[in-house]
């Protein structure tokens, strides 16, 4: 039997005035940002729903409720961290993660770098091993309105004990 298993992680956030707009851990200058009871980082959450699902730990709503002011405006990195070392703990290494942003705007390739090199060092793995992609979906549906932006993430782990 192999020692590979596979993760699928999906989140939305809206779009609203008056709030930083965080993307794996980078801050991208834009007039908007996105609503949510952390940074609400949608990359990051995504990446983390990938990593707990491979690892079928649940969710990041059952480890971190937004009904916990604990997590209130909190960098979803920090959030992040403490998946890695869950899955650590329970004996998983990441083995990679491939993750797309689905954005109208702001453009989001001078980001990219960054925001897998933020998500590789939180976790504790090699930046090769962290791909973040982005596209717009053609002006369609609530991305493609500029009402939200979606993430999607993939993640392959291994059972090391
Ligand atoms: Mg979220």
Redesign the pocket.
Known sequence: MTNLRIGHGY???RLVEGRALILGGVSVPFEKG?L???D???LT??VMDALLGAAALGD?GMLFPDSDETWRGIS?LVLLEQVGCRLRTEGFGIVNLDTTVLAQAPKLSPYRVRMAENIARTLGIDPSCVSVKATTEEGLGFTGEGRGIAAHAVALVERTK
Do not use: F, P, R
């Open positions: 989140d939305v956030h996105l949510g009871h952390s609400a980082d949608v959450h995504a990041i979803s």
